[in-house]
Nanobody, 127 residues
Framework: QVQLVESGGGLVQAGGSLRLSCEVS????????MGWFRQAPGKEREFVAV????????SYSDSLKGRFTISRDIAKNTLYLQMNSLSPEDTASYYC????????????????????WGQGTQVTVSS
């Protein structure tokens, strides 16, 4: 059974940075398409970023405007999300997810195409 555990969230001032981590256990991270999603109070969970199973393709939500970077460390079996120039609008619970869909299509931006989820880590950005 695959388990995903996020960490690295916290309280940060606007303009600051955070790096989220998602440790994968039970199976090698490189056998999945890996994504980050976020959910603000009262809103639906939304796509943030995705990396393919080979690690050579990434895609981001257009709303991020290049502020976030998804990466992974195979040796540590860990997925990362580097978040820069944070604003209060980035306040949300952030979730990592793994998909057995190894293709590279738009469906990877939708939550229903992911098979495993972490418990989430809270990011709060103060103004």
């Amino acid at each position: 059974q695959v388990q995903l555990v996020e960490s690295g969230g916290g309280l940060v001032q606007a303009g600051g940075s955070l790096r989220l981590s998602c440790e994968v256990s039970g199976r090698t991270l490189s056998t999945y398409t890996m994504g980050w999603f976020r959910q603000a109070p009262g809103k639906e969970r939304e796509f943030v970023a995705v990396v393919n199973w080979r690690g050579d393709r990434t895609s981001y939500s257009d709303s991020l405007k290049g502020r976030f970077t998804i990466s992974r460390d195979i040796a540590k079996n860990t997925l990362y999300l580097q978040m820069n120039s944070l604003s209060p609008e980035d306040t949300a619970s952030y979730y990592c997810a793994a998909s057995t869909n190894l293709g590279w299509t738009g469906v990877l931006r939708t939550t229903r195409n992911y098979d495993y989820w972490g418990q989430g880590t809270q990011v709060t950005v103060s103004s």
